[in-house]
């Protein structure tokens, strides 16, 4: 495997060592630390992304989510796998202004002193002008009748390459602050990203024919036709939105949590983007096109980073970004909302067809089996059993494994 992979020596030695983050390098991280927290570290295969196949690193404790993904990566092989384009790597900071009196006027004082505030926003960050990212742009935001009276916004709009950009934009914000005081006259509070990324999106396509569907109780016409009512349910009831998108996050959290990437960041812009327009909904969106196929598109904000935050600290997350070949945040952007898209998918087959259970519970018996008391060989043996008599609970893995121990 670690040969297939294109692994050095040490880098397998890195995923067999349980003491793959050194201590001394997690009390770096954080505060108080009291020891490390692991998690299984899977690989979804089957991944094709326009036109390269990819090798998925998903970080997660859930059962049924890596065999999903790459069940559903497989079928979409056959018509090219999956297609993907992004936006620039653009995040907004956003700098609240309080105590004005005239806050059109404000406005338009901003907009007229643009340029001078991107110029002073980009001597923050040399390195970053340097490889073609920076400050690009100034959006004025007015709320004329909060219940604390007038307030303006202002956004900055940078560009922030292959960092995830928090850090970037909070200290072009901080920066900018001043002159925004003195050019408007007000008083400045917040000085923070949005995670509303909605200026940074990636998006993913995908093309599955009927008879990759096709099982012995369904033709493949019927489960397309299942699918698309199932995501239409989703589209139109929030209560549903809520956990279809939450199956597209079972694919995308793993593969951020293994880069080393803010994931409650993108949890928050991706809900955020769900209800832009005023209506919670689905972030993907399935369809029948004119052979009869099914066609599923996502598209989401994506604020990921190769460079900044855990990425670079985290041992295992420089490794997942190796196992995955990419060159900039944007292909990894590309890459996550392909498996959203894979993962939604992978839901919505089964749900929609036999149902989640059987597929989920069977993988699921192996945690019902250890959480019993059951090791090495004996797991298999409970779960064999728990499979066979589809019934997969904690109180029949006991007995069972009672059972087995008195033999
Ligand atoms: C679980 C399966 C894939 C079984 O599916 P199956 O047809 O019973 O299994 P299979 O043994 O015939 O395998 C089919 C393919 O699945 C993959 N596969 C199968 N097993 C493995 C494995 N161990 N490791 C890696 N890959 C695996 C693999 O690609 C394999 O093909 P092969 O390689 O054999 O040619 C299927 O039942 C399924 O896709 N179920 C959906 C599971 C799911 O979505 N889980 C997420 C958790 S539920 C949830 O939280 C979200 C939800 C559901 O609420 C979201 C929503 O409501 O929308
Ligand atoms: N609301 C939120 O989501 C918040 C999140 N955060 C946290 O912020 C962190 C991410 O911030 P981020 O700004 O990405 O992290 P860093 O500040 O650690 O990294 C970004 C910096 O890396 C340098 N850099 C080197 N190579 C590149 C490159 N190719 N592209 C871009 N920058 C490069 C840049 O300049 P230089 O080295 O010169 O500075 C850049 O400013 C995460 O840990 C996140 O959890 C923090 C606050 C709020």
């Not at 998690?39 to 859930?62: C, H, K, Q, T, Y």
């Not at 812009?269 to 005023?278: E, L, S, T």
Request: glycine content about 8%; charged content about 20%.
């Amino acid at each position: 495997m670690s040969r297939h992979l294109g692994l050095a020596e040490e880098d397998t030695a890195l995923l067999r060592d349980s003491g793959a983050l050194p201590i001394d390098i997690a009390d770096g991280m954080i505060e108080n630390v009291l020891g490390k927290f692991e998690l299984p570290l899977g690989l979804a295969g089957n991944f094709m992304v326009n036109g390269r196949d990819v090798l998925i690193p998903m970080a997660v404790e859930e059962p049924s989510v890596v065999a999903a993904a790459s069940f559903m990566a497989k079928l979409a092989r056959p018509a090219g796998g999956f297609l993907t384009s992004s936006s620039a790597p653009l995040m907004r900071a956003q700098i609240q202004i309080v105590g004005l009196a005239d806050p059109a006027n404000a406005r338009l004082s901003l907009l007229r002193n643009k340029a001078r505030l991107i110029e002073l926003a980009n001597t923050k960050d040399q390195l970053l002008n340097k490889l073609g990212g920076g400050c690009r742009d100034l959006e004025v935001h007015t709320f004329l009748d909060s219940p604390r009276g007038p307030m303006v916004v202002a956004h900055l709009v940078v560009d922030v390459r292959d960092a995830m950009g928090a850090n970037t934009v909070n200290t072009m914000a901080e920066a900018v602050a001043p002159l925004i005081e003195e050019i408007t006259g007000g008083t400045v509070r917040l000085r923070i990203l949005s995670n509303l990324a909605d200026l940074r999106l990636a998006r993913a396509q995908v093309r599955v024919a009927p008879e990759h569907f096709e099982t012995d109780a369904f033709s493949g016409t019927d489960v397309i036709d299942r699918i698309i009512d199932a995501y239409t349910f989703a589209a139109i009831d929030p209560y549903r939105a809520a956990t279809h998108n939450k199956g597209i996050m079972n694919g995308i959290d793993p593969l951020i949590v293994a880069t080393g990437n803010d994931w409650r960041a993108v949890e928050a812009g991706a809900h955020a983007y769900a209800c832009r327009d005023g209506h919670y909904g689905s972030l993907t969106t399935w369809e029948k096109d004119r052979e009869g196929h099914l066609v599923g598109t996502i598209e989401m904000p994506m604020p990921v980073g190769l460079v900044g935050g855990a990425t670079k600290t985290h041992p295992l997350a420089r490794l997942a970004l190796k196992i995955l070949g990419v060159k900039t945040s944007q292909e990894l952007a590309e890459i996550a909302v392909a498996v959203g898209l894979a993962q939604n998918l992978g839901a919505l087959r089964a749900l929609a067809t036999e149902g989640i259970q059987r597929g989920h519970m069977a993988l699921h018996a192996r945690n019902i089996a250890l959480s019993a008391g059951a090791r090495g060989a004996e797991v298999d043996q409970l779960v064999r059993q728990m499979v066979q008599d589809h019934d997969v609970r904690s109180d029949r893995a006991e007995a069972l494994l009672k059972a087995l121990r008195e033999q």
